[in-house]
C-alpha cells in the first residue's frame, strides 16, 4: 500500500543527513585550504575545530615554556652573584696576588669553590650575608675549574675550601667548610678580623680597578 504524499515526505525528511548550507560550503573549503584541515560533514568540521584548539593550547603552553626558559637564564647564576664591593670574582693567578697585596693588613677570605659543588651553592647564601656584615673583610671568590693551576699552587683538593689571609702575617688559616659547620668560618674571622684598618672601601675599589685592566 502506498502512503500519502505526505507521509512520503515526513519519512524521507527523518532520513536526511544535515550538511552545510550551500553559501557556507566556499567559506568552509577556503578554511579547510587556510589551516590544512579537510572536512564534509559536521562531525568532521567538530573534530578538526578540535584539533585546531589543542593545537593553539599546545602552541601557548611552548610559548610559556619558552618565556619561562628565558627569564630564567637571564637571571646570573648563584656563583654571579655578590654580596657587595667587598666580595671580587678572582680570574688569574696574577690578579690573586695583587689582591693580597692591595689589601693591606685588612684580612682577606678566600672562598675556592665550584659551580657544580651542591655544598659550595648551599652555603652561599650564608656566606654573602657574612660579607655585607663585615665589610671591612675583604672576599675572593676562586672558581676551581677555572683556576686549576693557582688551587693546585694551594694545596685545595676538597670544595669548599676557605683560606684565610693578613697582611705580613700571610696566610693564618685554612680549613674545609659546609653550610652544618659554617660556626667554623665564623669562629676564624673573630680571632683574626682584628685591629681593622678604617678605609675599607678604598682598597675594594683598588682590587676591582686591578681586575679591570687585566
Same mark, same amino acid.
Given at each position: ?7 512520503? !515526505?515526513? *519519512? ?25 584541515? *579537510? ?15 589543542? *593545537? ?26 655578590? =654580596? ?18 692591595? =689589601?693591606?693588613? %685588612?684580612? #682577606? ?8 659543588? =651542591?655544598?659550595? %651553592? ?8 657574612? =660579607? ?9 671568590? #676562586? ?14 683538593? #676538597? ?8 697582611? *705580613? ?18 669562629? @676564624?674571622?673573630?680571632?683574626?678580623? #682584628? ?5 675599607? @672601601? ?10 679591570? !685592566?687585566?
Amino acid at each position: 500500500m502506498s502512503l500519502p504524499t505526505s507521509f512520503r !515526505s515526513l *519519512s524521507s525528511s527523518t532520513r536526511t543527513v544535515i550538511t552545510p548550507p550551500i553559501g557556507i560550503t566556499p567559506f568552509l573549503n577556503s578554511y579547510n585550504r587556510f589551516y590544512g584541515l *579537510s572536512f564534509s560533514t559536521s562531525s568532521s568540521l567538530t573534530s578538526s575545530y578540535s584539533n585546531l584548539v589543542l *593545537s593553539i593550547r599546545s602552541k601557548q603552553s611552548l610559548s610559556q615554556k619558552v618565556q619561562a626558559l628565558s627569564a630564567e637564564t637571564e637571571q646570573p647564576k648563584w656563583w654571579e652573584k655578590k =654580596a657587595g664591593p667587598n666580595m671580587i670574582d678572582i680570574t688569574s693567578t696574577e690578579q690573586f696576588l695583587n689582591a693580597l697585596k692591595d =689589601a693591606g693588613d %685588612r684580612l #682577606v677570605i678566600v672562598d675556592f669553590y665550584g659551580t657544580w659543588c =651542591a655544598s659550595c %651553592r648551599a652555603m652561599f647564601p650564608k656566606l654573602c650575608k657574612t =660579607a655585607e656584615e663585615h665589610p671591612e673583610i675583604l672576599f675572593l671568590k #676562586v672558581n676551581f675549574d677555572e683556576n686549576k693551576s693557582l688551587c693546585k699552587s694551594l694545596n685545595v683538593k #676538597v670544595l669548599p675550601y676557605f683560606h684565610l689571609y693578613r697582611g *705580613s702575617d700571610g696566610q693564618v688559616d685554612s680549613f674545609s667548610c659546609s653550610l652544618a659547620k659554617f660556626k667554623k668560618l665564623r669562629d @676564624a674571622i673573630e680571632r683574626h678580623n #682584628v685591629g681593622i684598618s678604617s678605609d675599607h @672601601a678604598s682598597v675594594s675599589e683598588q682590587v676591582e680597578d686591578s681586575t679591570s !685592566s687585566l
